[in-house]
């Protein structure tokens, strides 16, 4: 079972969520997987921001059963279905910021989001539009784990953004930069100018190769 130092650092990063902005009330939920092949969710209709370990769902990766009598979020399904699908995600984070939710719920929504490098680099140069399915639903999930099968980010039509990442600073990262992507397009419309072909391309040859040093 998982440790009580595991489910109280799950805690301090939901807080760490409600504190960026990233998500209100209930809103949201947010899944970790631990070396024991368990997972931790937060629990069905629990506000993020004010999460308490009581409301911490352990789940056991493989079935999916509750160990522990928590109820998980209701999109507990895609969050273990992309873990499952990817052995190099850790951690799945899912909410409704403001401005994702509102590109989301956009009729004519921008056909890229690659208005600055960290978009490209961390968040992806492709965002994936999820169609409208009920929360909670099988078909929503199915979609999400198709989908983040080959991307990091995606974008929920008239519902919000999935990231997920190999901890919680690198989804946390992806999180954010996400939200400014949108809150760019909110805040200029039409009167973008996003990164060429040839300058993403320069990025990604600049940053491979100091990594690569």
């Not at 990233?22 to 506000?47: D, F």
Request: aromatic content about 8%.
């Amino acid at each position: 079972m998982a440790k009580i130092s595991q489910i109280e650092e799950f805690v301090k990063q939901a807080r760490r969520v409600g504190d960026a902005g990233l998500t209100i009330c209930s809103s949201g939920n947010l899944s970790w997987r631990l070396p024991s092949g368990e997972v931790l969710l937060s629990g069905t209709g629990s506000w993020i921001p004010e999460l308490t370990a009581d409301r911490v769902a352990v789940c056991d990766l493989e079935s999916g059963d509750v160990l522990n009598g928590v109820r998980p979020s209701m999109e507990s399904t895609f969050h273990m279905g992309v873990m499952r699908r990817r052995p190099d995600v850790n951690v799945v984070l899912h909410f409704q910021s403001p401005y994702a939710t509102a590109v989301a719920c956009m009729a004519r929504r921008p056909s890229t989001f690659n208005f600055t490098a960290e978009m490209a680099l961390h968040v992806g140069e492709e965002i994936p539009m999820i169609p409208y399915f009920r929360p909670g639903s099988p078909e929503l999930a199915a979609h999400v784990v198709d989908a983040m099968a080959e991307h990091n980010s995606v974008m929920l039509l008239k519902h919000g953004q999935v990231v997920c990442g190999k901890d919680f600073d690198q989804a946390f990262e992806r999180a954010m930069f996400f939200e400014m992507g949108c809150r760019i397009a909110v805040m200029c419309g039409d009167n973008t100018d996003p990164l060429t072909r040839a300058e993403i391309d320069d990025l990604e040859s600049y940053f491979s190769g100091k990594q690569g040093k």
